[in-house]
């Protein structure tokens, strides 16, 4: 796997997405990563309207977005890892300043695209990407997220839980 330093040329050659995130079962919502470079990402998924997620319409609901930009943003700094011959370390979702939804759902069947763009990276371990979820060319949500990667995970969780 190459992921290459700019963005006009992209490897879409990439691992499955169960060896790129820890996400499982019905919790798995990206289907694959289609292109990857050291600032950006795109991954797409796949509504299913047999999910746990979905309305009397099949369809899901568009504040899951959220979730789609942060496994993306878990993808990218995994592929990231997997370049420089390591492994991601797990991190958090801070949360966000502005989710910006462009429709109430996102349709049955619909096959979403997730481009993320790191705009921070801290050596503490705090970042910052700016996401968009498109179908067919069109937005549908956008929002900068805000991801922190402790450098002692059981530790910082531990702390959190205790606090």
């Known amino acids: 796997m ?10 879409t050659t990439f691992p499955a997405i169960e060896a790129i995130i ?20 795109t991954a797409h998924a796949t509504v299913r309207p047999d999910a746990w997620y979905a ?8 504040w ?13 700094v995994s592929l990231i890892a997997i370049r420089a011959g390591g492994r991601a370390r ?6 966000t300043r502005s989710y910006q ?8 069947g ?16 705090h970042g910052a990407y700016e996401c968009t979820i498109e179908h067919d060319g069109e937005r549908y949500a956008d ?8 450098h002692d995970f059981q530790t910082f969780i531990e702390g959190s839980v205790s606090a």
């Not at 899951?64 to 990218?76: K, R």
């Not at 797990?90 to 949360?95: F, K, Q």
């Not at 939804?101 to 049955?108: E, G, P, V």
């Open 64 to 76: 899951i977005g959220i979730e789609l930009m942060a496994q993306s943003v878990a993808a990218h």
């Open 55 to 62: 309305n009397e319409h099949g369809a899901m609901p568009v």
């Open 90 to 95: 797990p991190g958090v979702l801070l949360g």
């Open 143 to 150: 929002a900068v997220i805000k991801v922190f990667q402790p």
């Open 22 to 41: 820890p996400h499982r079962g019905t919790m798995l919502l990206l289907d694959a990563v289609t292109a990857c470079d050291d600032e950006t990402l």
């Open 101 to 108: 939804a462009h429709a109430s759902a996102f349709a049955s």
């Open 2 to 11: 190459t992921i290459n330093n700019t963005t006009d040329t992209t490897d």
């Open 110 to 125: 619909a096959r979403l695209a997730i481009r993320v763009r790191e705009v921070l990276r801290s050596e503490e371990g």
